[in-house]
C-alpha cells in the first residue's frame, strides 16, 4: 500500500497553516502524534498529596519543619512521578543567587585556544569547590584586554561575584573593580599596592627552583620561554635570576625568548632559536605545554633530552608525568588552590576584606631533567 503524501502550506510569512494531501485536500493529516505528556508542576504533586504547595516545597527541601512522614510521603509521589525542583527557578522566586563566574580570558591577538591542561585542572578544581558549598558555575571567556567586563555579570545580577584565572597584563584594571566593591578573586601573583583579593603559587620560589636544579645539573646556558609582561612568569623570572646570582653565574639575555602560553610556541621558540644558532644547554618551560612542545622540537632537531638539554616545565600537570621523557615541573596546587578561591570569595560575600594567599611551590623531578651521574 503506498501512503498519502501530506503537503504544508505555507503563508506569506513563512508559516505552516495546513496540509494538503496529494489530491490537493487541506486538513488534518490522518495519523497524528500523540501530545506530549504535560511536565507535572508543584502544584500538581501539592494536589496529589493533599497539601499546600508550601508544605510540598519545604518536603522536598528537608525541612524539619514538615513532620517526617509527610516529608516521606511527597518525597515519595515526587520520586513516583519523576518530579524534580527546578532550582534555578527557586532561588529566582527566593532572590537568592548562588551562581559564581569562572572567567578564563582570552587574548584575541595571539589566537590564544582553550588547550592548556592547566585550565581544565583548575576549572574542574573550583567546580568541585563550588558543588561542595551548593554553588554553580558559570564558565565565561572573556577579551583579557578587557577583563573589567566582568564586573557587568555581577551589575545584571547573572552572577553574586567572579573568580578569574589569571591576571595577565591588567592589574589596574583589576584594582577598578575592587574599587567598586565586585566580588572578586584572582588566581595570580602578589603584587605590590594590590586591593583585590589572590590565591596562587609562590613563582618566584619555584623559579628559584628550576634555576638551581639545571645549574645542579651543569647547565650554564639555559633558555627561559615565557612572557614577561605576564606578573606570573615575572616572578618565575625573578626567581630563576636569583639562583643564578647565587652561583655567580651570568646568564645572557639572549637566552630570554617572549613566549605566549599557546600549544606549539614552545617548539616554535626551540627551533627559531637552533636556526639562528643561539647555543643553549638546558630549557626553563613556564608552563608544562611550552616544555612538551620543546620536547618534540628539540628531539625533532637531532637533541637528545636530557642528555644535551634538560628540560623544566611549570604546573606540573597530570599529563606531565606520562610524557616520555616524564618531564620535570613545579607543582601548581590546584585542588587546594581551587577550594581557597571559593573560600576567599565567599568569605568577600560576607564582608571579608580581600587579601593575598600564596601557596608553596615544589619541584618534582623526573627524567625529562635528570642526567646520568
Same mark, same amino acid.
Given at each position: 500500500?503506498i501512503?498519502?503524501c501530506? *503537503? ?27 501530545? &506530549? ?8 504533586l ?18 524539619? /519543619?514538615?513532620?517526617a ?22 532561588? /529566582? ?10 572567567v578564563? &580570558? ?10 592548556? &591542561? ?8 573550583? @567546580? ?20 573589567d ?5 555581577? @551589575? ?25 566593591? *565586585? ?27 628550576? %634555576? ?13 620561554? %615565557? ?12 626567581? !630563576? ?11 645572557a639575555? *639572549? ?5 605566549? !602560553? ?17 647555543? !643553549?644547554?638546558? *630549557? !626553563? ?11 618534540? @622540537?628539540?628531539?625533532?632537531n ?5 642528555g ?5 616545565g ?26 581557597? /578561591? ?18 608553596? @611551590? ?9 642526567r646520568?651521574?
Open positions: 500500500m501512503g498519502e501530506h *503537503v504544508h502550506r505555507i503563508d506569506g510569512r513563512g508559516n505552516a497553516v495546513g496540509s494538503a494531501d496529494k489530491g490537493g485536500r487541506h486538513g488534518a493529516s490522518r495519523t497524528s502524534r500523540p501530545a &506530549p505528556a504535560k511536565k507535572l508542576q508543584m502544584a500538581d501539592a494536589r496529589l498529596a493533599g497539601v499546600s504547595t508550601s508544605t510540598v516545597s519545604r518536603a522536598l527541601q528537608g525541612s524539619e /519543619l514538615i513532620s512522614r509527610t516529608r516521606r510521603r511527597i518525597q515519595a509521589l515526587a520520586r513516583e512521578h519523576h518530579y524534580a525542583v527546578n532550582s534555578a527557578a527557586t532561588r /529566582l522566586r527566593s532572590g537568592t543567587n548562588r551562581t559564581i563566574a569562572v578564563v &580570558p582570552y587574548e584575541p591577538e595571539a589566537r590564544q585556544r582553550f588547550a592548556d &591542561p592547566f585550565f581544565h585542572g583548575m576549572i574542574g578544581s573550583l @567546580a568541585d569547590a563550588l558543588t561542595e558549598r551548593d554553588h554553580e558555575m558559570l564558565l565565561v571567556r572573556l577579551d583579557a584586554g578587557h577583563l567586563h566582568a564586573a557587568s555579570l555581577v @551589575a545584571a545580577g547573572r552572577v553574586v561575584g567572579i573568580i578569574l584565572i589569571g591576571q595577565w597584563r591588567h592589574h589596574d584594571q583589576l584594582n577598578a573593580m575592587a574599587d567598586r566593591g *565586585v566580588p572578586l578573586v584572582v588566581w595570580g601573583a602578589r603584587l605590590p599596592r594590590q586591593r583585590y583579593g589572590t590565591v596562587g603559587g609562590d613563582n618566584l620560589h619555584g623559579g628559584e627552583l628550576v %634555576g638551581a636544579h639545571l645549574l645542579s645539573q651543569g647547565c650554564r646556558r639555559i633558555l627561559f620561554l %615565557g612572557d614577561r609582561a605576564l606578573p606570573e612568569v615575572a616572578q618565575r623570572y625573578k626567581g !630563576f635570576m636569583a639562583a643564578h646570582r647565587r652561583r655567580g653565574v651570568t646568564h639575555s *639572549v637566552l630570554d625568548v617572549k613566549v605566549p !602560553f599557546l600549544p606549539g610556541a614552545g617548539g616554535e621558540a626551540v627551533r627559531s632559536a637552533l636556526a639562528r644558532g643561539i647555543g !643553549f644547554d638546558g *630549557v !626553563f618551560a613556564t608552563s608544562d605545554l611550552l616544555a612538551m612542545s620543546a620536547i618534540a @622540537a628539540l628531539r625533532e637531532g637533541r637528545s633530552v636530557p644535551e638539554v634538560p628540560v623544566v611549570y604546573d606540573d600537570v597530570e599529563l606531565a608525568a606520562y610524557m616520555s621523557p616524564p618531564i620535570s615541573s613545579v607543582t601548581q596546587p590546584l585542588h587546594e588552590g581551587g577550594r581557597l /578561591l571559593v573560600e576567599s570569595l565567599l568569605a568577600q560575600l560576607q564582608g571579608a576584606a580581600p587579601e593575598p594567599h600564596v601557596l608553596p @611551590a615544589g619541584l618534582v623531578v623526573r627524567a625529562s631533567s635528570r646520568d651521574s
